[in-house]
């Protein structure tokens, strides 16, 4: 049934221009919806804005998008390097998958308020996540990116390749179908991040509302299940 549905994608980026860019954005959702390690994005996104107070519906979205950005920044390094170097596009080897792996255990242990977020040096966590948080969620989507290489080539490698085969005659054309391919792909992340402020603001409807606290710590062990999914997987 999946393979079918990529037959059926694969299809339309090879028809019409605008049944083409529907395609790639479509791809670029499956690209997370269908990918375990991408899936790791999402409780990593909602267990950071609902890590933070005061938050608004729009700064939940500023912050996913930032995270969303952090993420393609770096896989298009990773990817830009290695191509550099004759490899598999991609690919970082199993030490970017030990070291995101660690930082997500570390991350999801943290919301399950398992292991407290150390101070270096005098700054604690507030401190390092900054006043308004944007630069800790792009630091993080950069993080998170070192590790996302070789899941983000294998659903991107058909794109690619007609990109490449279009470089020649239609350039700007296969760079439009790469950005709707990366619009669909952020877009799950920041609607995910989005979204869970406002099901936080309803949970938080009272004082006692436990409601954050338990989206925290169920968050925090997809995190880890992520995170050991990452480290098995390089194994």
Same mark, same amino acid.
């Given at each position: 049934?999946?393979?079918?549905?990529?037959?059926?994608?694969?299809?339309?980026?090879?028809?019409?221009?605008?049944?083409?860019?529907?395609?790639?954005?479509?791809?670029?959702?499956? !690209?997370?919806?269908?990918?375990?390690?991408?899936?790791?994005?999402?409780?990593?996104?909602?267990?950071?804005?609902?890590?933070?107070?005061?938050?608004?519906?729009?700064?939940?979205?500023?912050?996913?998008?930032?995270?969303?950005?952090?993420?393609?920044?770096?896989?298009?390094? =990773?990817?830009?390097?290695?191509?550099?170097?004759?490899?598999?596009?991609?690919?970082?080897? !199993?030490?970017?998958?030990?070291?995101?792996?660690?930082?997500?255990?570390?991350?999801?242990?943290?919301?399950?308020?398992?292991?407290?977020?150390?101070?270096?040096?005098? =700054?604690?966590?507030?401190?390092?996540?900054?006043?308004?948080?944007?630069?800790?969620?792009?630091?993080?989507?950069?993080?998170?990116?070192?590790?996302?290489?070789?899941?983000?080539?294998?659903?991107?490698?058909?794109?690619?390749?007609?990109?490449?085969?279009?470089?020649?005659?239609?350039?700007?054309?296969?760079?439009?179908?790469?950005?709707?391919?990366?619009?669909?792909?952020?877009?799950?992340?920041?609607?995910?991040?989005?979204?869970?402020?406002?099901?936080?603001?309803?949970?938080?409807?009272?004082?006692?509302?436990?409601?954050?606290?338990?989206?925290?710590?169920?968050?925090?062990?997809? =995190?880890?299940?992520?995170?050991?999914?990452?480290?098995?997987?390089?194994?």
């Amino acid at each position: 049934m999946v393979l079918r549905i990529f037959e059926v994608l694969y299809a339309g980026l090879n028809s019409m221009p605008l049944i083409a860019l529907g395609a790639a954005f479509v791809w670029g959702i499956l !690209s997370i919806v269908l990918s375990p390690c991408h899936l790791a994005s999402i409780p990593l996104i909602v267990g950071f804005i609902g890590d933070r107070e005061n938050m608004s519906v729009k700064k939940a979205f500023m912050l996913s998008f930032l995270f969303s950005l952090g993420v393609l920044i770096m896989i298009a390094c =990773i990817g830009i390097i290695t191509g550099l170097m004759g490899k598999i596009l991609g690919d970082t080897g !199993s030490f970017g998958n030990y070291f995101v792996g660690a930082v997500l255990i570390f991350i999801g242990l943290n919301l399950m308020e398992v292991v407290p977020f150390p101070t270096f040096c005098g =700054i604690d966590k507030k401190r390092i996540y900054g006043k308004n948080g944007d630069f800790a969620a792009f630091m993080l989507g950069l993080v998170f990116g070192i590790a996302m290489g070789p899941c983000t080539f294998a659903y991107l490698a058909p794109m690619l390749a007609i990109v490449f085969g279009m470089s020649s005659t239609k350039l700007i054309y296969g760079l439009t179908l790469l950005l709707a391919y990366a619009v669909g792909h952020c877009s799950v992340i920041v609607a995910a991040g989005t979204f869970s402020e406002g099901v936080q603001r309803y949970l938080n409807w009272n004082e006692r509302s436990k409601g954050t606290s338990i989206i925290k710590k169920a968050c925090g062990i997809l =995190i880890i299940i992520g995170g050991l999914y990452l480290i098995l997987g390089g194994v």
